[in-house]
Structures are given as C-alpha cells and as structure tokens.
C-alpha cells in the first residue's frame, strides 16, 4: 500500500554520492569528540540504523591553531586522528547511510586553550567566551596556510570514508563567516570590502575542496543565511540572499539555517516546529543543488510538507534525531504514533556545553549506546517471571513501567492522582512549556498497548496497601516537593518568616494557589521554573520582582541557550530583576536582601514571596518499606527519580530507565559502565 510519506523515502544525488532518503541528520555536537570515539561512533550508528540517510559529525577542528578546548568536539589534525573518525563513518555505512563531515576552523571562537596556539581572524579580535586574549591579523601567508589545511584535512576525511565535506560558514564560529560578516572584516585588500571579496575565502576554500575530493566526495556548504539582526548582520533579505546568489552552484548541497547557536536551535518555549523556515525560503529560488534547513520538525506531516512546498529537498535534523534516532523508520513502517517527539528542551546543547556526553530528556539511551550498551529500540528480555509494583506514575515511574513491560515482566503502576504524569503534567501547563508533556503522553500511549502493565490512577499507597498486595519487587517513583523554608545552595538554614501566610512555593502555584500583589520570587534554583513562574503571576496581573543569589536570571539556562531570551522576556514584562542577592528574612509587607559581593542589605515592599530553593525527596514510603526487605516481605526494593535525589525531568527519565534495564541484572556498582581509555 502506497505511503503518503513515500517522497520523503526518495533517493537524492548529492554530487557524485546519493543519499538513500531524504532524512538528513545534519551536524551536531555532543560532548564526547575527540575523547570517545567508540561511544560517538554507536551514537552515530543508531542514527543509520534508525533510518537517517545522512549522519553527520559535529564541528571537527583541522588544525591546532583551531582548538575549541575545553569543548569536546572532533579533531583532525593530522592522520594520527583518521583511525578514530573512520569508526564513525564506518559504523554510518554499515547501515547504508552517508556520513558527512564538517570540517571548522574556527577563527576567534576558538581559544586555543589547550594548543595554547595563536589564533587567526580578518582582524586582530576579542576571543569568545570572555577570555583575555585576541587573534591575530591574517596575511596572505597565512591565509594560504589556511587553505592548504582545509585542503589537506578534506584528503584526511577522504581517507577516513567520509562521503559528505563541509566547507563551514555557519553560526558565527567559523573562520569563513567571519570574512563574511562586515562587523569583524575591515580589510583593504581582495578579501575585504565587498560582498565579492568577503566572500573569496569561502569560495577558495569550496573550490580547493572540490579539486581535493569532490571526485568521489559531495562538498557541502553550511551557512547561517540569517542573524536576526537586521541591518547589523547578514539577513535572508540581504546579503544571505546575494551571498547565495553569488556562490549558488559552486557546492554539491547547501545547509542553511540561521545564526547564532541559541537561535538555530531555539528552545520550544520560545519557538514552535518549523520557525526557521521564513529565513530559507529563498534558497532554492536561487540554485540547482539540494538544500537542507532545519526547524525541529518533529511530526511527519510537517516534515513531507516542507518538502512538497519545494523549500527544502532533505529534511535537516539534530535535536529530533537526538529524541528519536528511529523517527525515519517508524515512518515508514506506519508507526507514527511511535515516534519519541523532541520536546525541545535544550538538554542535550547543555551537555555540549559541560563538555559532558549527550543526553537527552525524551531518550534516556542517548549517550550511553556504547558505555552502558543502551538501545532505543532493543532491550533484553526478562530472565525469569515476576510481578513488580511500581508506585508513582510520574516520569520515573512511567519509563520504569513502561521499560520493565517491554522486558516482559507484568507491572503495575499506581498514581495517587487522577492523572499520570506528575510534574511533567503540572509543568507542561505553565507559560511555553506545553510540548513537555509529550514526556507523558508518549510513555503512556507506549504503555496503553501492553496487557502486561496495569495502569490504577487515583491510587495512594500505603506500607500495609502495598505488602497486602503480596507483590515482592517493589520501586517506589513518588517524586518530591518543593521546600518550604528556603534551604538551597545559598542558604543553610531556615529563612526567617518563612512560615508565614503570604509566603508561596512552586508546588502551591501549580496547585491553584496564587499570590496576589507584588510578588518577590527568590530563585535559588537557576534554571526554568523562575522565569516560568514569573510570566505566569504576570498574566496573572501581579507585580513580579525576581531575586537571585546567581549573577544572572535563570543563571543555568545560559547552558540550555535560553538565558538571553529569559532576560529579555522579563525586561519586556518590566519585571525588576536583583542579581547577586540572598533572601536573608520575610516579613507580612517587606523583605531583606542581602548583596553577597558588598554584604549591604536592602529592604524591598512586598506583598507575597515565592521561594524556588532545594526540593525534598518524597521518600517517606520508602524508608518506611526498608525494613520488609530483611523480614523478607520484599525481595527487591528500589527508590528512583526524584524520590531519590530531585533534579530535572532528564535525569527522572533516566533513572527509570536504568532500574528496569538492571532488574534481574548483574550491574558494577563500582563502575556500571565503560570508560574509554588510552592505551600506552
């Protein structure tokens, strides 16, 4: 039976190569580089074996004077670096797909920390990331050295099997995009001045590539047609168009997005599927080659209509190749409602940004393909008949469930609300997050298809309900609440007038509750729930003043790429912000803040306050159940999710998946998975 996807399964030529569809993952960091080349080559594998047809690197450094430390990214120096590189095109090819590459140099945004070499720009330039050095000046020579790298390092990728060169001009971080961008390139000479000249080393480096490979490799292009900048950057209505125009058919494909990183990959709190696509329209207009673009398309329709609607001929992903690897085969197959949606969190950026490997929210497998030998499809079998009760139906509980039922095993899971989901569903109603709840509904529309998982809502439990039920392995997934006297990271014991009535916690807000008047939230938790929580009392018609002992609001979500659009939401809100402040006492009308640089305090007139400090684990039932463990009521018992350390949604996921993969299981508690090392 014809599949109305059926386009979207076309082969397409790319060059003197052809990608067997039309799912493009396109380039994307992910923490582990250089520095796990086995665990990047499975992650990457999975994708192939998933159905992308196109699997891509991230940015891959050619040279040391291009040194992105302390990010973790690729690196091919030299050909000591090919063997490590060619496990991931290999494991890409043994699943049929096409492996790309995307060579960088990475001009001021590399710091060269580790090389402790000097970088090169246009211009003698700032670093990125505030550190206290600058590039230096390019001249002809160096400019030549240049293009003899790229050259060199394209032959390198060659070698290696990579079918897909990148020639990188993107995002901002790129050597060629600084030639391009006016702000940066005051030079006099032919690469200077005009859009012509500006554009020369790019055009160089296309040319050189294609002398170098482009016989049996494809060349691509990846460039940031727009900076939303209007008049100060490049524009899709301006020079992004002529840039395009100019160099139209010079590569075999074009990447196109937009610039910087936080706006290309956008959270789904501040942008919605397919937000890109005003600024790529225009591509195909103006070349004959395939182009790819991005927007975290995540449902299939979205996807073939932005094919049929002739913007893009491949459809670009990271974000939803990341929650999904297999989204392009349950297409296929008619699985639609199978497929794991991004939620678009930004999870997965923040570990590229800790140097730490991918993870990813929807995915708990994300990251641990190779260490942990997790796959998001496959998961062994149950080794003997057993019931388990698990108690919590939240996202811990949900995916042990739902894990433990796939493994065979008859579950129960019990949720003393009406509804499963527990802080997913209460959060996803707040202001932009409503595509959190896919966190939910995809386990449970998983779980709805397996006569061997019971779902009982509206279920509290008890120690005697629970023993009564004669089941012997318990997991206990009841989640936690916020607290309400103020202990955090920056207070250590009680915060006076806590108990008072006009004092409010996240829980109360998202239970019904409201404050009214003028509201201090004090934020010592630094991620999205203040800022959240702050629009929300705003629509409600209070006044919003937010108080963090952070040198920035929403301090940790600079990770997740939101911190500047957090800020700027609030500002446009008039909403007062106070950094590098503590909550020292609340009283009826007025509260202190103590400035931790200066130790002044300062009064502010208040109506009611909001306290987002540490959270304590709901971990009653489980303490209380540790002692039928030695009567032997219990043969296993297992606290998971945030009844055992709170923390974000991911890590809930997470811990839910880990337990159900280790039931019956032997596991190394001492080191549970494993370590890529040097051997010497």
Known sequence: MENKFDILFQPLKIGPVTAPNRFYQVPHCNGMGYRMPRALAKMRGIKAEGGWGVVCTEEVEIHHSSDLSSSIEGRLWSYKDIPALALMAYSVHEHGALAGIQLVYSGHNASN??????????????????????????????????????????????????????????????LPMHFLLKR????????????????????????DTKDAVGDTCAVAVRLAVDELLEDEGISSSGEGHDIIAHLAELPDIWDVNISGWENDSATARFKKEGYQEKYINFVKKLTTKPVVGVGRYTTPDAMLSVVERGIVDFVGAARPSIADPFLPQKIKEDRIEDIRECIGCNICVSADNLSVPIRCTQNPTMGEEWRRGWHPERIHIKKQDKEIL??????????????????????????????????????????????????ADWRLTQIEKMKNVSLYPSSPMSVDDILETGIKDVIIATGASWRKDGLGRHQYYPISGYSLPNVFTPDDLMGGKMPTGHVLIYDDDHYYMGSVLAELLHQQGCEVSIATPAPQVAYWSQYTLEQGRIHQKMLKADIKIFTQKILTDIQPKQASLLCSVSGQKTPIDIDSVLLLTDSLSNDALYQALKPSLKSRKLNSLKVIGDAEAPGIIA??????????????????????FKVERVRI
């Open 113 to 174: 920390l580790y090389s402790r070499s000097t970088g090169f720009g246009p211009r003698s330039v700032g670093v990125n990331g505030f550190h206290p050095r600058q590039t230096r000046r390019m001249d002809k020579e160096d400019i030549r050295n240049l293009r003899r790298w790229h050259r060199a390092a394209a032959i390198r990728a060659k070698k290696a099997g990579f079918d897909i060169i990148y020639c990188y001009a993107g995002h901002n971080l790129a």
């Open 184 to 207: 940066y390139n005051d030079r006099m000479d032919e690469y200077g001045g005009s859009l012509e000249n500006r554009a020369r080393l790019l055009r160089e480096l296309i040319e």
């Open 390 to 439: 698990v108690v919590g139906g939240g996202p811990a509980g949900l995916e042990a469930a739902r894990v433990l039922g796939v493994r065979g095993y008859d579950v129960l899971l019990l949720e003393k609300e009406r509804e499963f989901g527990g802080r997913v569903i209460c959060e996803s109603a707040l202001p932009g997050l409503i595509e959190w709840r896919r966190v």
């Open 651 to 672: 890590d809930a996921v997470f811990s839910g998946y880990k337990v159900a993969y280790a039931m019956d299981g032997e596991v190394d508690r001492n080191m549970p």
